[in-house]
Every structure is written in C-alpha cells, then in structure tokens.
C-alpha cells in the first residue's frame, strides 16, 4: 500500500545520488531554528569536527543548505552568535548543538526546530505519509461507524467493506494525481510553444549560449557518396538530453522554403 500511493502521490523531488557510488547521497538541511547555524562533518575514527560545511558563512534561518555526503557519515549542528556575540542556549546563554547522520533512504531532508531537534524525512517517511493519508477513515472502527456500529458484521463482511473504502480512496488518489500530471504536461507544451515562437522569431536577436564543447559531424550524401563537413556546436548536455547546432546544414533556398511553408501553416 505505502509503495502505490509512493508512486501515485506527487513527487517531492527527483531522488537520485550525486555519483555512481551506490554509497552517496545528496541531503539537505532546513534551518527552522529561528537562529543562524552552521554545518560540520564529524570524522568517523577520530570524532573530530572537520571544516564548516558553509565555509564559514552559516544558513540563516529560515535558509536551506544541500550537501554531497555518503550513508553513515555524521554532522553536528551548531548554532551561531549572533551579532552581539550572543547565543540563546537555555544554559546560560550557551550555543546549542545537535547532530543526525545519513540513513541508506534517498531523498533525505534534515529540519532544525527551534526547540534544536531535527527531524529526518525521506522517500519511505512521504511514502507511509502518503499511505495514511491515502486511506484514511477506512479503519474498522470507521467502517462500522458508518454502518450505524453494526459490531454484528460477519468478520469476512467487515474486511470485505474495509477494503472496497481502500480501494475507493486509492482510486479517487489515482485520479487526482492523473489530473495533476495532465495539468503538468499541458503546462510544459504551452510553454514549449512559446518559447520556440520566441526563439524563432527573434531569430536575428537571439544570442546562444556559449558551447560546452564543439564538434565535426560527417555527413555522406546518400546517392553521391560525397562528403561534407559541419561544425556542431554543444551549448546544453546532460545525461538526459542535448542540444546540437549544426550550421550550414542547408542552403538558404532550402531555408527560405521551411520558412515559407511554416508561414502558411501558421495562417491557415
């Protein structure tokens, strides 16, 4: 139940890792103090706290700060004087500490209260989050309340209404979440649209982004067997996508058609 409501509910955030080392994993920290804080990595052999993980400079509150780390690893939280040198420990004044360290789940995000203690949050805590919420009122107690708490229900018949309830709010969630993406992709091809009308319409204006890197691309003729060269430049990659510009990959009359030919598209 945690796991279907996990992959129908709407996602947080992409989980992945910060490498191929099935060990990292990519945290973040939320300063709900009501303090500035600061980070620091605490080494597992020697317990000593290694650099700030801010350099120094301290996530306010109300700030957020994402680290790379790895499952295991431990950091302490301390909290920062503020500008007359003062800190609001419950002890004389004194700065407060706190500590948590990374678990195997993904996703993970750290809240500082103002009380100093944290809370963890991961992709299992959303999914059983998820879960409750899914199914909520479908208890037994709930199911023979609103069967006028008829305790005399055959034990099968109380099951039997206890899942249609799940069943009826697992489907209700699946919609929702169905509309909510069709909402979503509706809303990234309206703004594709836009902004290519921008793009190409603007064609003598638009400066591109300086390229990652640059190519030569090879391109064989298919009937003569000649061969031409084509400088490619690279300005966006990533392990999902890329984007190629190929200059001079037509001849200006075969350009000028396209451009015809779209304009009378448009028209129609």
């Avoid at 920062?80 to 789940?105: E, I, K, L």
């Amino acid at each position: 139940l945690a796991a279907a409501a996990a992959a129908t509910g709407p996602k947080h955030r992409i989980r992945r890792t910060h490498s191929n080392n099935d060990q990292s994993r990519s945290i973040n920290i939320i300063n709900q103090s009501g303090v500035q804080v600061d980070i620091f990595w605490i080494h597992a052999q020697t317990r000593e706290l290694a650099h700030s993980n801010t350099e120094g400079v301290g996530i306010p509150f109300g700030g957020d700060s994402s680290i790379s780390s790895f499952v295991g690893h431990e950091f302490e939280v301390q909290e920062m004087p503020d500008r007359y040198g003062q800190c609001h420990g419950p002890t004389d004044g004194a700065c407060r500490t706190t500590h948590f360290r990374v678990s195997r789940n993904e996703d993970q995000t750290f809240t500082l209260w103002d009380d100093f203690e944290i809370t963890a949050e991961d992709h299992r805590t959303r999914a059983m989050e998820k879960a409750k919420e899914t199914v909520a009122g479908c208890s037994l107690e709930d199911t023979l309340h609103n069967n006028n708490n008829n305790n005399n229900l055959d034990p099968a018949e109380q099951i039997n209404r206890l899942s249609r309830c799940m069943d009826q709010r697992i489907q209700q969630t699946l919609a929702e979440t169905q509309e909510e993406i069709e909402f979503q992709a509706s809303v990234r091809v309206d703004m594709g649209h836009r902004l290519v009308h921008y793009a190409c319409r603007d064609a003598d204006n638009f400066t591109l982004t300086e390229p990652l890197h640059t190519r030569t691309w090879t391109y064989v003729h298919p009937t003569t067997r000649l061969k031409s060269l084509h400088k490619v430049d690279v300005p966006f990659e990533t392990p999902e996508s890329v984007v190629s510009v190929v200059e001079h990959v037509i001849t200006d009359a075969q350009c000028q058609a396209l451009e015809h030919y779209a304009t009378a598209e448009s028209q129609t």
